[in-house]
């Protein structure tokens, strides 16, 4: 099983820079970072929190390491032209020597775009603009030319050099519901979800539908998935994590327990687990806390 890290951009960039590098000398196969500008208000923080820029912080980190594949989970298509995302993904593709994987999304966040005057729009709407925003990238950073014309976006004679080293650039789409699952289908290299083992199988084996109608092999797309994870040997301390988390996907327990979980994760399908750092601690106890979970799912393969 793949192990991948999502340090907390409302934290310092020095800490963001101290998980990146230890995972990095340490073994892990990579690291995401969050496309947001604030928090919810709600699930995901105080709308207050502050929040280290996406695009930035991946540039920072292709040049800081070595061996992590980076990425974002996931670009909003509601915040960035996608002609200006191919060239960002083209050139972060060459600070890390190959090691980008482009994740976007359809965008959900009501506050962020409320407060900074940006089209959220409809779901409708926003599944169809996904479509065109990954249309567009695929060509320019797969082909030497690009027109097109759609119903949010029109290029002419367009092209993104230099190209990404990586032929093709590998692109991830996270979403989970049946219309973006026939986008996965269709155009994800790598899918995401947030999700438990059962509800993971679930959405997996209906993107397997979605393959089989347009005849694709379902194999050839790499999955992944993510909980809140918490370790501690403490019965309480996890019961009490998990209702106040509720009802985030979420782990409390002990790095074998977590093991145990990332096997039951493999067993329906999923490829790569990303393990959040926001509850792991911070310095040492954070790294101590990656050992112990990088060690524990180590022994159990």
């Known amino acids: 099983m793949l192990l991948s890290i999502w340090p907390s951009v409302s934290q310092p960039f020095a800490d963001v820079l101290d998980v990146a590098t230890y995972a990095d000398s ?11 500008f604030m928090a919810d208000g709600s699930e995901f ?13 991946l540039a920072s980190l292709a040049a800081a390491t070595s061996s992590l594949r980076l990425s974002p989970l996931v670009l909003s ?3 960035r032209h996608p002609a200006v995302v191919a060239n960002w993904a083209a050139t972060v593709d060459h600070i890390s020597n190959g090691r980008l994987t482009l994740g976007v999304g359809a965008g959900w966040q009501q506050n962020e775009h409320e407060q900074y005057g940006i089209v959220l729009g409809e779901r409708k709407a926003r599944l169809q603009r996904l479509v065109e925003y990954v249309e567009i990238v695929r060509s320019l950073t797969r082909e030497p030319m690009t027109n097109y014309s759609g119903d ?32 996965v ?19 997996s084996s209906f993107l397997n539908q979605r393959c089989e109608v347009i005849g694709r092999d379902p194999s050839h797309i790499h999955r992944s998935t993510q909980a809140l994870v918490l370790l501690t040997n403490d019965v309480a301390a996890a019961d009490s994590f ?36 926001w509850y792991l601690g911070t310095g040492q106890k954070r790294k101590d806390a990656m050992d112990e979970i990088f060690g524990a799912v180590a022994a159990m393969s």
Request: with cysteine; aromatic share 12%.
């Open 152 to 183: 949010f976006f029109t290029l002419r004679d367009a092209w993104c050099e230099p190209s990404p080293l990586q032929d093709p650039l590998p692109i991830l789409i996270g979403g989970k519901g049946d219309r973006m699952m026939s986008v």
């Open 26 to 36: 340490t073994g892990w196969h990579g690291l995401y970072i969050e496309d947001h």
């Open 242 to 277: 998990r209702k106040a988390m509720a009802p985030r996907p979420t782990f409390a327990g002990t790095a074998e327990k977590f093991a145990e979980l990332v096997r039951d994760w493999k067993e329906v399908g999923v490829d790569e687990v990303i393990v959040p750092d």
């Open 185 to 203: 289908a269709r155009w994800a290299d790598q899918w995401n979800m947030w999700a438990m083992p059962d509800v993971f199988f679930e959405r």
């Open 45 to 57: 923080g105080e709308a207050t929190d502050p929040r280290l820029e996406c695009t930035s912080v």
């Open 77 to 79: 298509a509601t915040f």
